[in-house]
């Protein structure tokens, strides 16, 4: 798997409407200009939106229902009718249980979209890549919206979980929690990750362009 940037827009205000749209624009540019891969996940109520600007587009997650009278509930279906690509599952601030979690990755690969499931750690890394999802973004609690980044401040997490999981699994693993800048991207990637998950750092940044701009120029 070709190196890549994802984009967690989360619930932030800043990302909400034609603001997030914006941003999708933006990273939807960038990529076209540089040829890295960058995924936008937008808030649900702008999904169409913004997979309408041609940017590979991932929910936040999914509820573990099959269609049907489950109000409230956010379906595999409705995301891929909204144009999605794939979706995040498990995030640190949306964390599910562990069957959940295999079902959700079992029926997203029959409807053709890819996962990207969030952990805590290396021991829980190995657990669920051997559910075999697209990819594996660690991203240690205690540092996600810090400024402070995992491949910077403890890059044996991020060495550690590429070698444990390339055991049981064929899933790459990404890196995220307090990524913020374009040396962050660059030690991710040579530590072994095959991109980086980010939030805050982008959806707040003075110059959104510029620090994308600078990310993918760490990766390619």
Not at 40 to 57: E, H, K, M, R, Y
Not at 148 to 174: C, G, L
Request: net charge neutral; proline share 5%; charged share 25%.
């Amino acid at each position: 798997m070709e190196p890549f940037i994802a984009l967690n827009f989360k619930a932030y205000a800043e990302s909400l409407g034609n603001k997030g749209l914006a941003l999708a624009k933006t990273a939807r540019d960038v990529s076209r200009e540089t040829g890295v891969r960058i995924i936008v996940c937008p808030q649900f109520v702008d999904l169409w939106n913004v997979s309408a600007l041609g940017i590979d587009t991932f929910g936040q997650g999914a509820s573990d229902f099959e269609q049907g009278a489950h109000t409230g509930s956010v379906t595999l279906e409705s995301l891929k009718d909204a144009g999605c690509k794939g979706l995040l599952v498990n995030h640190a601030e949306n964390r599910i249980p562990k069957a959940s979690i295999e079902r959700i990755i079992s029926r997203s690969k029959k409807l053709g979209l890819e996962t990207m499931v969030c952990t805590k750690d290396v021991p829980e890394s190995v657990e669920l890549a051997k559910f075999n999802p697209t990819c594996i973004a660690i991203e240690p609690p205690e540092l996600i919206g810090s400024g402070i980044s995992v491949s910077t401040a403890k890059p044996e997490i991020v060495k550690n979980a590429v070698d444990a999981v390339a055991k049981v699994s064929k899933s790459p693993v990404i890196c995220g929690a307090g990524v913020s800048t374009g040396t962050d991207v660059k030690k991710a990637v040579e530590l072994g990750a095959a991109g980086v998950l980010l939030a805050s750092a982008y959806v707040n940044a003075r110059d959104p362009k510029k620090l994308l701009e600078e990310f993918a120029g760490a990766i390619a």
